[in-house]
T-cell receptor, first 115, second 113 residues
Framework: GDSVTQMEGPVTLSEEAFLTINCTYT??????LFWYVQYPGEGLQLLLK???ADDKGSNKGFEATYRKETTSFHLEKGSVQVSDSAVYFC??????????????WGLGTSLAVNP | EAGVAQSPRYKIIEKRQSVAFWCNPISGHATLYWYQQILGQGPKLLIQ????????DSQLPKDRFSAERLKGVDSTLKIQPAKLEDSAVYLCASSSQGGNTQYFGPGTRLTVL
C-alpha cells in the first residue's frame, strides 16, 4: 500500500541555519503531497502542498518540490527561526474512486531551533 | 473564513468514565474526519464522514468509541468507558467534497487517570 517515510528526528539547528527534512513516498497512483506543521500544544496546520509532479509548494519561507522521478517531497528553508520549532509531518493523499480519500502520514520530524 | 472548531480543548477524566468531543467543520465542507494522536506519534484516522454517512470507520474501536454527524454539519465523538490508553489528542479535520486538502481544528487533549 501507499506509505510515507520521513527522516527521523529530533533535528536541532541554530537560528539562520539551512533546513532540510527528507520525505519519500510510495504510491501506486498520482498522489497529492503535503507538509503539515504542529507547534507545541496545537493542532495540525497545513504548511504547503503540491498536487502534481514538478509542482513546488511554498509558504512562510518553506519550500518543497514534488519529484516523481525520486518519489520525494523534501522540505527546505533557507534560514530557520526559533519560532519554526515544531513537529513537521509529511503526508500524501491517495486518489481512489469515490469519496474515500485518505491521508497517509509520515511519523513526524521534531525540529528545535536554538537562538 | 472560520476554521474548524473543537471543544473542549482539554479534558481530564478517570478510567471507566465517559467523555464526548464536539467538532464544527469549515462551512460547506462535506467531509469530516476524526483522528487520534498519541504523544510522539502521527495522527491515526478513527472515522471519516461524507455528509452524514460513514465512509470509513475501520480503525474505530467500536466497543467503546462512537461518532455521529446527524445533520451533516457538526459531529460528536464519544468514548464510553474510557481506558488509560485513550489518553491522546483528538483532532477533527474537514475537507470539501472531492477535495484533497484537510484542514484541522486545534484538537482536544484527553487525559485519562
Amino acid at each position: 500500500g501507499d506509505s510515507v517515510t520521513q527522516m527521523e528526528g529530533p533535528v536541532t539547528l541554530s537560528e539562520e541555519a539551512f533546513l532540510t527534512i527528507n520525505c519519500t513516498y510510495t504510491a501506486t497512483g498520482y498522489p497529492s503531497l503535503f507538509w503539515y506543521v504542529q507547534y507545541p500544544g496545537e493542532g495540525l496546520q497545513l504548511l504547503l502542498k503540491a498536487t502534481k509532479a514538478d509542482d513546488k509548494g511554498s509558504n512562510k519561507g518553506f519550500e518543497a518540490t514534488y519529484r516523481k522521478e525520486t518519489t520525494s517531497f523534501h522540505l527546505e528553508k533557507g534560514s530557520v527561526q526559533v519560532s519554526d520549532s515544531a513537529v513537521y509531518f509529511c503526508a500524501l493523499s491517495d486518489r481512489p474512486a469515490g469519496n474515500n480519500r485518505k491521508l497517509i502520514w509520515g511519523l513526524g520530524t521534531s525540529l528545535a531551533v536554538n537562538p | 473564513e472560520a476554521g474548524v472548531a473543537q471543544s473542549p480543548r482539554y479534558k481530564i477524566i478517570e478510567k471507566r468514565q465517559s467523555v464526548a468531543f464536539w467538532c464544527n467543520p469549515i462551512s460547506g465542507h462535506a467531509t469530516l474526519y476524526w483522528y487520534q494522536q498519541i504523544l510522539g506519534q502521527g495522527p491515526k484516522l478513527l472515522i471519516q464522514f461524507q455528509n452524514n454517512g460513514v465512509v470509513d470507520d475501520s480503525q474505530l474501536p467500536k466497543d467503546r468509541f462512537s461518532a455521529e454527524r446527524l445533520k451533516g454539519v457538526d459531529s460528536t465523538l464519544k468514548i464510553q468507558p474510557a481506558k488509560l490508553e485513550d489518553s491522546a489528542v483528538y483532532l477533527c479535520a474537514s475537507s470539501s467534497q472531492g477535495g484533497n486538502t484537510q484542514y484541522f481544528g486545534p484538537g482536544t487533549r484527553l487525559t485519562v487517570l
